[in-house]
């Protein structure tokens, strides 16, 4: 079944660590995304990418970076310029750029600080 | 900037009985989407419906329905014969056709009473 697979389900960071965290889908949409919610919040886009090779920032980029190296992946580093990371992150991805599809999710990382 | 406002953080119904959820949004463009996502406490977002802004006509799929008032930038979930199962946080999302990115409101949660 195609669909986007987000890994770890759980991760932990320690102070000044960079993390990455895995998205992969396999629906052949060119754009994907990132997402961050905090408990009882909505989703702030932190990056987003509609082709390979280019990525935009959303309205919360400081203290993250994304690649898209492929059409497939769209990984994110949390880096240790982020003070507050703890949070649940989701992935999703959108078959194009002014598409009336909608975005489709994945279950999502949780990030916790050590 | 477009926002996204969900009046109720909090909604509850009772089981079989209708509910509807609020959200507003500000937008300069004549064209754009919107959406309505339920997210369970699994945590994975699921589209429930979807809207055009240029079709007058509400959508609906089964039990969920919209009121879309496009003059007031309206857009209200109603759902029929409510189930434990509908118990959610509900996101409503604006899309752009130019920007190819979302905006979320905070988000309803639904309590469901059997």
């Known amino acids: 079944d195609g669909g986007i697979t987000q890994s770890p389900k759980y991760l932990f960071r320690k102070e000044g660590q960079n993390v990455t965290l895995s998205c992969e889908q396999n629906?052949?949409?060119?754009?994907m995304y990132w997402y961050r919610q905090d408990p009882g919040q909505g989703l702030r886009l932190i990056y987003y990418?509609?082709?390979?090779?280019?990525?935009q920032k959303g309205d919360i980029a400081e203290g993250y970076s994304v690649s898209r190296e492929k059409k497939e992946s769209f990984p994110l580093t949390v880096t240790s310029a982020q003070k507050n990371p703890t949070a649940f992150y989701l992935c999703?991805?959108?078959?194009?750029?002014?598409?009336?599809?909608?975005?489709?999710f994945g279950d999502g990382t949780r990030l916790s600080i050590l | 900037a477009q926002t996204v406002t969900q009046s109720q953080p909090e909604m509850s119904v009772q089981e079989a009985e209708t509910v509807t959820l609020s959200c507003t949004y500000d937008?300069?463009?004549?064209?754009?989407?919107l959406f309505w996502y339920k997210q369970p406490p699994s945590r994975q977002m699921i589209l429930v419906i979807r809207?055009?802004?240029?079709?007058?006509q509400n959508a609906t799929e089964n039990r969920f329905s919209v009121n879309f008032q496009k003059a007031a930038k309206s857009f209200s979930l109603k759902i029929s014969d409510s189930q434990l199962g509908d118990a959610a946080m509900y996101f409503c999302?604006?899309?752009?056709?130019?920007?190819?990115?979302?905006?979320f409101g905070d988000g309803t949660t639904l309590t469901v009473k059997p």
């Open positions: 999703a991805s959108s078959r194009g750029q002014t598409s009336n599809q909608p975005q489709h």
């Open positions: 629906l052949n949409h060119d754009a």
């Open positions: 990418s509609q082709i390979v090779n280019d990525f």
């Open positions: 937008t300069s463009e004549s064209d754009y989407y």
């Open positions: 809207q055009e802004a240029y079709k007058q």
């Open positions: 999302a604006y899309r752009s056709t130019n920007a190819g990115k979302s905006t």
